[in-house]
């Protein structure tokens, strides 16, 4: 059948845009703090949930929502099922922005919000891409289903209990990363390592340290509180430090609390070069410092092993593979107190030839000679789709007809819900050359994408379901 795609697209354009605007503007960040039974993981991604599911009624698919940690839009009969992976989760909006991080405004071609990229325009295009092969009356011959999660962007407990009691697509994609198409994902683990606490004092004593909100993001913003009877010099020495790296940052008195706060650029966690990562910086700063022995112990660990590495070259534990890349460490959260030490909250991600048993141990050796103890360990194994698949024919094929261009295959250091299903890739909705900014202030996506992905979705859909 002979359908123009992207005409489609245009004809739906300003609900679709609609749509999106008034998806962006529900602050979907997790937060336990306004959990409930129906909402585990806070009102607003609830809400997110609920706008999607009410969404699917509307326009006549079948919904289903899973516990309030997931739910699905279906449409179409058979046994098998094309799946469709998004998520309405998005991470903390983070400082610096030009534009109200949950306003949906659009300037210059582009929407900005957080969650324009990552995930939930994508989201809306898949949704309208459904809409628009459910209105054409496209014949099937499988189901289709868009699976939604809420809790992409942090320990995945949606699909987890999605998948408990829900049917595993037989096939399908994610719309939560790059163009052309990823057949190959890195291994993602998270863990802490944790100082064991002394009780040694002496007259300088840094009271609290913290920096960064999640463990797949780049700090951008650190504070450390200092009880000194003099902070003259200190200041002096750090606003030099901030001067001589060319870092933003700033230092504050208020009696005998000494304040210093440094200011970096948010990154995705899956390459941590691209941004710059405030709480090492400081770390870096409080290294040569005289403070107390376990805050000492603490800073003097962390730069030794973490600043300005992120691939785990002193920690011994390098891994690079000619496919994936290397491995990469992101420190994302960092915490101290004087009452019970410290700890760093690590995103690593490692290539598919990489040993992680084997990774975890070298960590654990290097943290127990510094008194420190690696902590609540989390893993998720690397991902990988043969490239003469039939999805990956198939979407390539897709691809290719709708762009003009060679639709090549891309392996990343990302993490999406294509490897929740059994034979997933994930698809757009970045395109080559465009900058990646998820998870970075003022995340945006200029809306000629948004509408070309809804129709690469939606003949894909077609191609893959009928």
């Not at 009410?54 to 516990?67: L, Y």
């Not at 999660?149 to 942090?154: I, K, M, N, Y």
């Not at 340290?209 to 780049?218: C, D, I, P, S």
Request: hydrophobic residues 40%.
């Amino acid at each position: 059948m002979n359908v123009n795609w992207m005409e489609e697209v245009k004809k739906r354009e300003s609900a679709l845009l609609k749509d999106l605007q008034t998806f962006l503007r529900i602050p979907s960040v997790r937060n336990e703090q306004t959990a409930t039974q129906e909402a585990p993981l806070g009102k607003e991604v609830y809400e997110a949930l609920c706008y999607m599911l009410k969404r699917g009624e509307e326009e006549g698919f079948v919904t289903k929502n899973v516990d309030g940690l997931a739910g699905h839009l279906e449409m179409g009969n058979g046994e098998e099922i094309v799946g469709i992976l998004c998520h309405v989760d998005v991470v903390p909006p983070g400082d610096g922005w030009t534009f109200d991080p949950f306003g949906g405004t659009i300037v210059d071609g582009k929407i900005y919000a957080r969650g324009a990229l990552d995930d939930k325009g994508p989201t809306i295009a898949a949704f309208y891409a459904m809409k628009i092969v459910k209105e054409l009356g496209l014949p099937l011959a499988k189901r289709v289903r868009m699976i939604i999660g809420t809790d992409e962007e942090s320990d995945w407990q949606c699909v987890e209990r999605y998948f408990q009691t829900e049917q595993m697509p037989t096939l399908g994609f994610a719309p939560d990363a790059d163009f052309p198409i990823i057949y190959a994902e890195k291994g993602i683990a998270d863990f802490d390592l944790i100082q064991q606490p002394t009780n040694e004092r002496s007259e300088c004593i840094l009271l609290s340290f913290h920096a960064g909100r999640r463990y797949n993001m780049v700090p951008d913003f650190a504070e450390a509180a200092l009880r000194l009877t003099d902070g003259g010099a200190m200041k002096e020495r750090f606003l030099a430090f901030l001067q001589t790296h060319a870092i933003d940052g700033e230092a504050h008195s208020d009696g005998e609390t000494f304040t210093l706060r440094v200011r970096g650029v948010s990154a995705h966690g899956m390459e941590p070069n691209n941004g710059v990562n405030a709480g090492l910086w400081l770390v870096k700063f409080l290294e040569n410092e005289q403070l107390d022995p376990q805050a000492n112990a603490f800073v003097r660990f962390v730069s030794q092993y973490f600043h300005e590495d992120t691939r785990g070259r002193r920690l011994g534990v390098a891994h690079t593979n000619e496919e994936l890349g290397d491995l990469t460490i992101n420190v994302g959260v960092l915490s101290y107190t004087n009452e019970h030490g410290g700890k760093i909250g690590i995103n690593l991600r490692y290539p598919v030839t990489n040993d992680i048993v084997h990774t975890k141990k070298m960590i654990e050796q290097v943290a127990e000679r510094h008194a420190f103890a690696l902590t609540d360990f989390s893993n998720s194994a690397p991902h990988y789709v043969a490239k003469d698949h039939p999805l990956v024919q198939t979407l390539q094929r897709v691809y290719e007809e709708q762009t003009g261009e060679r639709a090549s295959l891309l392996a990343i250091g990302g993490g999406t819900y294509a490897r929740s299903l059994q034979a997933g890739v994930a698809f757009g909705p970045l395109f080559p050359n465009r900058p990646d900014v998820a998870h970075q202030k003022d995340e945006h996506m200029f809306i000629d994408d948004l509408l070309k992905a809804t129709a690469i979705y939606a003949q894909a859909i077609y191609e893959l379901a009928k």
